[in-house]
């Protein structure tokens, strides 16, 4: 089955202990990418990859780190969690679609994380 | 100020009733697409326009892009307890491989 996958869904963590979201596809995608999402907000990209070893900045990158090591791959750190960062996460993929179309982006769970 | 805006922000009706969401800009998207994310899931693409003045029909669901490729609207004709969910619009740049959400809009459809 064609997915997504994150984990952990659920995290409840302190100011400063260092944390990591994975995420993993399946689909061979180029892309993936990082968002989160708070109410009224909508979802705001964090960081994203157009493939191995290829990372950019997002809308809200502060305090978050990425890598792409593999293609499948692509863990989300927050090397000293803040309050400010609780928040849902998504971790999405697409094709790359060249030209001025974007490819559908093909969502996650989602990873509900709060710090204290 | 986000450079999608979603409106309404929420929108409650009786099920048989029709209903249209409004995504607007003042920028120009190649493309702009429709998600829809039900609780405890992530968003799934309903639709993705491209071509200024476009309409699709999905169902019971018409999108239609604006002329400037500025703006689009989702209206869902007789609505059903099974559209209940966060409709978002996503517009990508022209040469971009980004997508900028707009902030959503929570449809509840009462049986």
């Known amino acids: 089955e064609a997915q997504v996958t994150q984990n952990p869904r659920y995290l409840i963590t302190v100011t400063g202990k260092k944390l990591t979201v994975t995420c993993s596809q399946n689909?061979?995608?180029?892309?993936m990418s990082w968002y989160r999402q708070d109410p009224g907000l909508g979802l705001r990209q964090i960081y994203y990859?157009?493939?191995?070893?290829?990372?950019d900045k997002g809308d809200v990158p502060e305090g978050y780190k990425v890598s792409r090591k593999e293609k499948r791959n692509f863990p989300l750190i927050l090397e000293s969690p803040s309050p400010n960062q609780t928040s849902l996460y998504f971790c999405?993929?697409?094709?790359?679609?060249?030209?001025?179309?974007?490819?559908?982006?093909?969502f996650g769970e989602g990873s509900r994380l709060t710090v204290l | 100020t986000q450079l999608l805006e979603q409106s309404p922000q929420f929108l409650s009706i009786q099920e048989g009733e029709n209903l249209t969401v409004y995504c607007n800009s003042s920028?120009?998207?190649?493309?702009l697409q429709w998600y829809r994310q039900e609780p405890g899931e992530g968003p799934v693409l309903l639709v993705t326009?491209?071509?200024?003045?476009e309409v699709k029909k999905l169902k019971r669901l018409t999108f239609q892009f604006g002329d400037a490729r500025k703006d689009s609207s989702l209206h869902i004709t007789a609505a059903q307890p099974g559209d209940t969910g966060l409709y978002l619009c996503?517009?990508?740049?022209?040469?971009?491989?980004?997508?900028?959400f707009g902030g959503g809009t929570r449809v509840l459809v009462k049986p």
């Open positions: 990859s157009m493939n191995v070893e290829v990372t």
């Open positions: 689909m061979n995608h180029e892309y």
């Open positions: 326009v491209v071509t200024g003045g």
């Open positions: 996503a517009g990508a740049r022209a040469a971009g491989n980004k997508l900028t």
């Open positions: 920028s120009v998207f190649s493309s």
């Open positions: 999405a993929s697409s094709f790359r679609v060249r030209g001025l179309n974007t490819g559908e982006l093909f």
